[in-house]
């Protein structure tokens, strides 16, 4: 299955710090507990490319939908 792939699993995530000073993203789904320990600084660029997918997502759902994310017009250049 690729990052584009669409999935029926259901999953429950939690994020938050641990007693040690890590940032902890904990997956839980069935039969699976999955718990990923990242140091702040990691943490802080996961979150960088959580915001940037984000808004490229959003970016593609405008265009989707039509509501004005490509102006038509004459072509630059």
């Known amino acids: 299955m690729g990052i584009d792939s669409q999935s029926d699993i259901a999953a429950n995530l939690q994020i938050g710090p641990t007693t040690m000073g890590m940032v902890?993203?904990?997956?839980?789904?069935?039969?699976?507990d999955l718990p990923l320990d990242f140091d702040p600084d990691e943490a802080e660029?996961?979150?960088?490319?959580?915001?940037?997918?984000?808004?490229?997502?959003?970016?593609?759902?405008?265009?989707?939908?039509?509501?004005?994310?490509?102006k038509k017009g004459k072509p630059r250049g």
Request: hydrophobic share 50%.
């Open 24 to 32: 902890r993203i904990y997956v839980e789904a069935e039969g699976v």
């Open 45 to 70: 660029e996961i979150a960088e490319e959580l915001r940037a997918a984000a808004e490229a997502a959003r970016a593609m759902g405008k265009g989707a939908r039509g509501d004005g994310a490509a």
